[in-house]
Antibody, heavy 119, light 110 residues
Framework: QEQLVESGGGVVQPGTSLRLSCATS????????IHWVRQAPGKGLEWVAV??????RRYYVDSVKGRFTVSRDSSMAYLQMNSLRADDTAVYYC??????????????WGQGTLVTVSS | QSVLTQPPSASGTPGQRVTISCSGS????????VNWYQQFPGAAPKRLIN???QRPSGVPDRFSGSQSGTSASLVISGLQSEDEADYYC???????????FGGGTKLTVL
C-alpha cells in the first residue's frame, strides 16, 4: 500500500532552518516525481517544489527560491528550509506525482507536518 | 491570489446537481490536464478526478470532470451530505514547471 509520511515540522524562529523528511513505502520510488505542497492555516493549497524521479530536475515557487532545497535518496524525500519567514507557516505535504493522471496528478498525499515560524 | 479561479463557495440540497468551475489560461488549463482534489476539515487533500474522468477506486461516478479551452468543471450529480468538503482544481503551469491551484470552493450541502 502506497504511503508517504512527513516528519520534521515544529515551531521555529524567523531566520532559522528546518528540514522536513518524507518517508515513502509501497511503491517504486524511483519512478515518481515528489512534490511538496503547503497550506497556510485557513488558506488554500500552494505548490512549493518538485524533484523529478531521477533527481535531474528541481523546481521551486518563486517565494522559496534560494531558501528551500528539495532532495531525495532511496525511498526518502527532503525539504531543507532556510531563512524561514512568518509567511512560511503552513502544513507541508509531500505528494506523489503520477503522470498517468496528467502532470501534477497527485495520487498519494502524506498526512502533512505543521511548520510554525514565530518569534 | 490564486492563478486558477474558483468560486469560493457552492451549495445544494441532497440529490441536486452542483457544478464547480475553474478558470485559468493557455499556459495551464489550456494545455494541461486538470485534476480536482477533495479535502475534509483537518485531513489531507485527496485526488478526486481529472478532466478525463479518471477517478481513484472508491470515488463514485456521481463525480465527473471536464475541461474546454482555459476552463474546467467539476460536476457532482445526486449531491449527498458526505460531499460537504473543500474542492480544489489544479493544472500544470508550463511557465512554472509545477502545478497551480485554484483558491478552493467550499461546498455546503443544505
Amino acid at each position: 500500500q502506497e504511503q508517504l509520511v512527513e516528519s520534521g515540522g515544529g515551531v521555529v524562529q524567523p531566520g532559522t532552518s528546518l528540514r522536513l523528511s518524507c518517508a515513502t513505502s509501497g511503491f517504486t520510488f524511483s519512478v515518481y516525481g515528489i512534490h511538496w505542497v503547503r497550506q497556510a492555516p485557513g488558506k488554500g493549497l500552494e505548490w512549493v517544489a518538485v524533484i523529478w524521479n531521477d533527481s535531474s530536475r528541481r523546481y521551486y515557487v518563486d517565494s522559496v527560491k534560494g531558501r528551500f532545497t528539495v532532495s531525495r535518496d532511496s525511498s526518502m524525500a527532503y525539504l531543507q528550509m532556510n531563512s524561514l519567514r512568518a509567511d512560511d507557516t503552513a502544513v507541508y505535504y509531500c505528494v506523489r506525482d503520477n503522470w498517468n493522471y496528467g502532470k501534477g496528478g497527485f495520487d498519494y498525499w502524506g498526512q502533512g507536518t505543521l511548520v510554525t515560524v514565530s518569534s | 491570489q490564486s492563478v486558477l479561479t474558483q468560486p469560493p463557495s457552492a451549495s445544494g440540497t441532497p440529490g441536486q446537481r452542483v457544478t464547480i468551475s475553474c478558470s485559468g489560461s493557455s499556459s495551464n488549463i489550456g494545455s494541461n490536464t486538470v485534476n480536482w482534489y477533495q479535502q475534509f476539515p483537518g485531513a489531507a487533500p485527496k485526488r478526486l478526478i481529472n478532466s478525463h474522468n479518471q477517478r481513484p477506486s472508491g470515488v463514485p461516478d456521481r463525480f465527473s470532470g471536464s475541461q474546454s479551452g482555459t476552463s474546467a468543471s467539476l460536476v457532482i450529480s445526486g449531491l449527498q451530505s458526505e460531499d460537504e468538503a473543500d474542492y480544489y482544481c489544479a493544472a500544470w503551469e508550463d511557465n512554472l514547471n509545477g502545478p497551480v491551484f485554484g483558491g478552493g470552493t467550499k461546498l455546503t450541502v443544505l
